[in-house]
């Protein structure tokens, strides 16, 4: 029988051999390849931790405190149905609350068809150069044949994310919700891919913000973030009953 | 001075990147070689790392974490070039490696023998958990965190890589031993 002390020793003495230098011909290599590879902007940088003024500051931290005191009046208003001596309804036949802690995100979200201005437009948004647009076949001029679709639609459950193109369901994955405005999806096990999102009433905007998960080429990656950016951030969602 | 030159190449600057690259390489090549045991792989893993951390450098929101984001990539990397290739990984006549000091004396032929055969029987994350535990040293917390999985994940996959390594030590240990009987 082997115990842990022995194997932690056996594997340490194990991982002493090796090579523990890279031969500066793939140093080289990747350097060249660095040379013909543009960064990537975060979409998330330039709509995102702008700095605010320091009267914005006090105006929404005004705005927030009147918010608080003011919904804090109305539920302890006198008169008020909420355990109130006024009141003339049975607690118990009360309309119950929808339930607040739920994830807001699990439901089905639409856009209307989209025209290929306004996908382009998403692009420009996102940061995407002309360049790189044209080396993954995007023509500004038909979007690509509208490859990604025109309509999209998105349903969340409470572990899974589909979306559908134009009707025709174009990927599920799994989901997560991180916070109120996060959400991380994937294909596998691993959620690689970070959204951003925000909700008012019956709309949701999106904006995906990274992918940890590096694909096979810069190509893959390039097609993957444009069908990404075309799909999410042409258009707000609407929620449908 | 590398959060220096990190954010110097966030902002495009290819000569800051190439400094970081030069004193990072060697050692995600220690990294990916001790994962994939072959040179030739780790070094695509490696090579392929660098132009993506290039590529994805500017959404590197803490660049004191650069260390730890380029070595989540090289992992990332190397499950590409094991999925790639997953047929290598068995039935494979175990050479001995050269590594730049020699093969360890500590460690009888046998056992290398038996520890690299085992090895490369673990599926690639568990391999990586090995080799953040045992080369890097490492807690599964630490690894946690710069592989972005959960601390549960990586407590796991660690004790299922320590029990498939110990069961392939003793399976040849018993191999050996009825092999040895059998031939009396």
Redesign the interface.
Known sequence: MTTQRELDRMLGDFFLDGTDELADRVLDAALDQIEDTTQRRPMWAPRRFSPMNLPLRFGMAAVIAIIAVGGALYIFRPGSSVGGPGSSVPASSAPTPAPTAQNPLIGTWTTGPTTCAQQNAALAKAGFTAAQLQSDGWDAATCAGMKHGSAFRLQFTNTLLVFYQDGVAGWTGTYQAVDGQTFKAGDSSTLYITYHYAIVGDQLTIDMVADTLPTASGGEQLGEDIAQTVIYETATFTRQP | MDRDLVEQAQR?D?EA??IL??SH??R???IA??ILRD?GR??DA???T???A??????LRDPDRFDAWLQ??LV??SY?EARRSRAWNAHIRVLP?D??????E??SLD??DR??RG?RRLPPDQRAM??F???LGLSPTEIAERL??PVGTANSRLHYA?RA??AA??ADERTVTVARGGSR
Not at chain 2, 54 to 59: A, K
């Open positions: 495009g290819r990147f190439a690259a030069r390489g060697d995600l090549m220690a070689q001790r040179v780790a070094e490696v090579q392929q660098l132009v993506i290039w590529r994805e450098l500017p959404s989540r990539l990332n990397a590409g490696v590594g730049q000091g020699g093969p360890d500590s460690l056992n290398r520890l690299e090895f090995l080799v535990t045992h080369y972005g999985i320590h390594m110990r030590i003793e």
